[in-house]
């Protein structure tokens, strides 16, 4: 109860009309960061941040976490309409959010992703709101090993067994680990499979590879079947908002289990990238309909976004809670804390009690603010998609390039992207499966440094991996994730088995 | 099914194969420099080389089981030559664009692409493209440079004229 | 020894008012400093304190940016800096990365590549462990090393300064300490406070947090000379209180600079504009802040007394590196 009057406190603190100015600007700002693949949340925090430096502590938060929601929101634009991820936890949302969008259902698909959107940061603030020190404690217990087996659990769900063209999927996944591990290695410090090759040595970074996997190879894919688009007679108006909203609550299973894979992943840090992948994995695994992932199903929208952004809020906790920060964003936002004189920890809970609670009370209303706006902005991107081909076209092959550059301020990675666009546009050709090749270069790294931190604080010993109760359970959850196809397959089997015997009886 | 077969292309098999045989390549060239700097298991855990080897082991087995499986494959069109002429449309546009960001910078090679590119395969007329064309350069750059204040690749025109 | 610092002064403040004589140099364009680290780590936030010090007092006339480029431990930055020789709107942000990256990496660069402008100040590196740790000093520490107890330290990278220190550590207790590498000072901060490992050797901005919060506890401090700040950051203690390593029988001392350098071929006026420009910067309001925040040792250099600090500091990098065995092969 002490936390819901603090919360009120907040809510005086944070409804100004200032406030909400500062709001609206960083929303907005935020969904611009957004859609610009290669503008990040990061940049945007960070670029405002010296603006910051006079304003009070508490506007500045609240300016700077809003462009955070704004940015979280806009990833998802891009990604439905031009199969661009705009942000790299939006990848999973182009799985079924472009197909959506070439069905002429792009409102359809970004009301829904917003939506998520909406409803995953809304579960990530409330865990923030009641949980914050309990939880924060349980982030303490993330030694190397669990956090590979965390990793290893988001590979496992999203990947599985079954299925055809395993050795492609073998090999996808491979070139993905390979291309992670290109340049220098944090465990060992030495330089791998660089060639002595400077552009090599920064290794490859994951969303240039991704804007040209996607989005490059999507536009030769178009140009192959002629000059035109296929999203054009998208419906424009706010009444899809509506009858979208009102198809929701039968995806209820689907939304409570990304919040809370998204909420996991947020605070252990795993992060909202592979929360994202791990979210539509499981939603993938357990609906109805996952035969038909892929293909433009709702849940395919709503899984994804809800988990990256459930994610994205939980990973704001670390960062209050112990000074840590479960994000690139929060990093920069830390460094933000501290430059207004705070100090984040326990303490601040403490000693800055209507800072804290004023930003939480924020985090509600920033989105609550961004999701009016986005869902007003619909109507507005839906109608891009009517812009003739020979116009768009180049505009995203430019913003693809400007995203490349962006990414490390490199002129080499456009031409990277270029070469990824050509390979991406093969891949789907010859049906190499692209979605574990990008998890790999994602999680890759990360995936391969904690196993060996592991082993090396172990002196050297497996063991590690089954040493505690949360490792062990976390492995356990994994390989049985790994095995589900074949164990569904086997009960499918005996079902039939026994349906067939009592028919003959 | 009549008329794929008097359209001609390039045939599925051979671009499997050749996508094969590259992969093979680069898992051998990846082994090669994982091997040779250690790719054993050392007395405190693996080496750095030790999982990108066995990876690679595995992509060259992989690959190699998809290099038989084509050779088996029915013959098919992975491309046609009508559709590789539209992909090349945009392609080769696009890499003269990449090389003319190192050369003109990014704000001249955008405009130019996408001026071109409107008149071109758009057929709209010259003047509207080039407005369309300006106006998204300057709005790129008030976005990036001004606003965000971040720097993106400049050539001779940025530098004449002071930006 | 005072006469000789009394002539670098001197000499100092000439070259400098020789350089506010002549700069006839201003910068036409954004400044761009590149900081060779992540958003949100040490030298980021530096390079943003001044960025906003600047910004905030109208310093200079063209706006100031900042670019991260962390790839490779900083040898991308440090190659792109070597890269664009004669570029007078290019600044590095640097720490002792600046020997370490090449020396273990064989990158084909060096600071003799780039241009001196100063340096703003030493960072301190302590030995930490967590709150109920057994060990009360780092004697004790040492000690349980010597025993054969598995203790592990964590700090930032690999063969950078932490694992370094670490090495130093072992080599002069004469006993087996894993040194762990993990992504950066938070995370490793982080890990120290879950009790992964035993100890971490991060500096007094990484832990500062943990360390507030009951979940880290300094043991002692690898300088020379105890800290100034006296300001109680616990209940009970202030950087001032904790004790140098020397005190509890560890000889080895580690500081790190923290500078700002240019692209090799820029012309002297180029450089002196910079040099005045954080002489600016170190007197204004947020530069102090950021210092006594961060616990930043204050020692500005620039001109020759930057180069020869440079000098002798790459010499005692390099001896340590070779002897613990992180020179590239």
């Known amino acids: ?18 406030n909400i100015g500062f709001m609206i600007i960083g929303v907005l700002l935020g969904i611009v960061v957004g859609v610009l693949p290669g503008l990040g949340g990061p940049n945007g925090v960070a670029i405002l941040l010296p603006l910051t430096f006079g304003m009070e502590p508490v506007s500045a938060i609240i300016l700077l976490t809003s462009l955070y929601w704004g940015a979280l929101f806009g990833g998802a634009i891009t990604s439905i309409l031009f199969n661009i991820p705009g942000e790299a936890w939006s990848v999973a949302t182009t799985f079924d959010g472009y197909p959506m969008a070439q069905q002429g259902r792009a409102a359809e698909a970004l009301t829904l992703a917003f939506t998520a959107s909406f ?36 590979f496992c769900s999203f990947i599985g067994l079954g299925k055809d063209k395993r050795s492609k999927i073998l090999v996808s996944l491979c070139i993905g680990f390979l291309l992670a591990a290109v340049g220098l290695d944090s465990v060992s410090g030495d330089l791998r499979m660089t060639f002595d090759n400077p552009q090599l040595l920064r290794g490859f970074d994951f969303l240039v590879v991704v804007i040209g996997l996607f989005g490059v190879s999507e536009i030769l894919v178009t140009m192959e079947e002629g000059l035109a688009f296929k999203g054009k007679k998208a419906a424009i108006d706010l009444k899809v908002v509506l009858k979208t909203w009102a198809s929701l609550p039968k995806y209820w299973l689907t939304l409570i289990r990304s919040s809370l894979v998204g909420l996991w992943m947020g605070v252990t840090p795993g ?28 849940e395919g929208v709503l899984a994804p976004e809800t988990s990256a952004h459930a994610a994205g809020t939980a990973a704001l906790l670390p960062m209050l809670a112990l000074g840590i920060p479960g994000s690139a964003t929060a990093a920069v936002l ?58 768009v076209a180049p505009i995203i092959l430019i913003i693809c390039a400007i995203g490349a550059y962006t990414v490390r301020n490199s002129g080499f990675d456009i031409w990277e992207m270029v070469i990824f666009g050509i390979i991406g546009y093969i891949f789907k050709k010859l049906d190499y499966p692209i979605a574990p090749l990008v998890l790999a270069i994602v999680l890759g790294d990360r995936t391969e440094s904690s196993f060996r931190q592991a082993i090396l604080g172990y002196e050297g010993s497996l063991s590690v991996f089954w040493s505690n109760g949360l490792v062990g359970s976390l492995m356990v959850i994994a390989l049985l994730l790994l095995f589900w196809p074949i164990v569904t397959e086997q009960i499918a089997a005996l ?6 015997a009592s028919s003959a009886s | 099914m009549e008329d794929t077969q008097a359209e001609r292309g390039i045939s599925r098999r051979t671009v499997e194969l050749t996508v094969a045989c590259l992969f093979l390549l680069l898992s051998v060239v990846a082994f090669y420099d994982n091997y040779t700097r250690g790719a054993g298991w050392a007395s405190d855990g693996p080496q750095s080389g030790y999982f990108p080897a066995r990876l690679a082991v595995i992509m060259f087995l992989g690959s190699a089981f998809t290099f038989v499986v084509a050779l088996r494959a029915k013959p098919e069109i992975f491309v046609t030559y009508e559709q590789l002429v539209r992909i090349s449309k945009v392609l080769i546009p696009l890499i003269i664009f990449t090389i003319g960001i190192d050369w003109f910078g990014i704000y001249l090679s955008s405009a130019l692409f996408l001026a071109i590119f409107m008149v071109w395969l758009g057929e709209f007329s010259v003047a509207r493209s080039c407005v369309s064309a300006v106006a998204f350069v300057v709005a790129t750059f008030l976005i990036f440079e001004i606003w965000f204040q971040v720097p993106l690749p400049k050539g001779p025109v940025e530098a004449l004229l002071g930006l | 020894m005072e006469i000789k610092g009394l002539t670098l002064v001197v000499s100092a403040c000439a070259l400098s008012i020789c350089g506010t004589a002549s700069a006839a140099w201003e910068p036409t364009k954004p400044i761009e400093i590149v900081v060779p680290f992540a958003p949100g780590g040490a030298s980021d936030q530096m390079a943003r304190t001044i960025q906003g010090a600047i910004t905030k007092n109208n310093l200079t006339k063209t706006p100031v940016i900042v670019v991260n480029k962390p790839a490779a431990a900083g040898g991308e930055a440090m190659l792109e800096i070597k890269a664009a020789k004669g570029d007078a709107h290019k600044l590095l942000t640097t720490s002792s990365g600046l020997y370490m990256t090449p020396l273990s990496s064989k990158l084909p660069v060096s600071w003799r590549d780039f241009t001196p402008v100063a340096m703003l100040a030493q960072d301190e590196f302590l030995l930490w462990t967590y709150n109920d740790a057994p060990y009360k ?31 130093a550590l072992g080599d002069e207790a004469a006993a087996k300490i894993t040194y762990i590498p993990y992504a950066g000072g938070g995370p490793t901060s982080v890990q120290l406070a879950g009790k992964h490992i035993e100890g971490s050797t991060g500096n007094p901005s990484e832990e500062i947090a943990s360390w507030r919060a009951g979940n880290a506890r300094p043991l002692c401090l690898l300088s020379p000379k105890r800290m100034a700040y006296k ?29 700002m350098f240019m692209p090799g071929g820029v012309s002297n006026e180029q450089r002196d504009f910079y040099v005045d420009l954080f002489k600016k910067v170190q007197d204004t309001a947020e530069w102090k802040e950021y210092l006594a925040r961060t616990a930043l040792l204050p020692d500005f250099r620039s001109g020759a007394a930057f180069v020869e600090f440079l000098t002798v500091d790459e010499q005692r990098h390099k001896d340590l590196m070779d002897k613990a065995g992180f020179l590239a092969r």
């Open chain 1, 1 to 18: 109860m002490e936390n819901l009057n603090d919360l009120l406190n907040g809510f005086y603190v944070a409804l100004s009309f200032k």
């Open chain 1, 119 to 154: 409803i995953g940061a809304l579960a990530g603030v409330i865990l923030i709101t009641f949980v914050a020190p309990l939880v924060a404690s349980f982030a303490l217990k993330f030694g190397p090993a669990e956090y590979f087996a965390v990793f290893f659990l988001t």
């Open chain 3, 231 to 259: 300001e109680k950051i616990t209940d009970t203690t202030a950087w001032s209180d904790i004790p140098i390593c020397a005190e509890q029988g560890i000889k080895f001392t580690y500081n790190m600079l923290r500078g």
């Open chain 3, 137 to 167: 000093t780092a004697a004790d520490l040492m000690a349980a090393a010597k025993t054969g107890q598995n203790i592990r330290i964590g700090g930032a990278g690999s063969k950078r300064e932490d694992h370094l220190i670490t090495w």
């Open chain 1, 271 to 298: 992060g909202a990238i592979a929360a994202s992948f791990m979210g539509y994995g499981l939603a993938k695994r357990f609906s109805p309909n996952g035969d038909k992932f892929g293909t433009g199903e709702t």
């Open chain 1, 495 to 500: 079902r039939r088995r026994r349906a067939s």
């Open chain 1, 334 to 391: 830390l460094g933000g804390l501290l430059i207004w004189g705070l100090q984040p920890g326990p303490l601040l809970f403490v000693e800055q009690k209507s800072f804290v609670w004023g930003l939480i009370a924020s985090m509600y209303l920033g989105n609550i603010v961004g999701l009016i706006i986005v869902l007003a902005t619909v109507p507005l991107f839906a109608a891009i998609l009517r812009i003739p081909f020979s116009v």
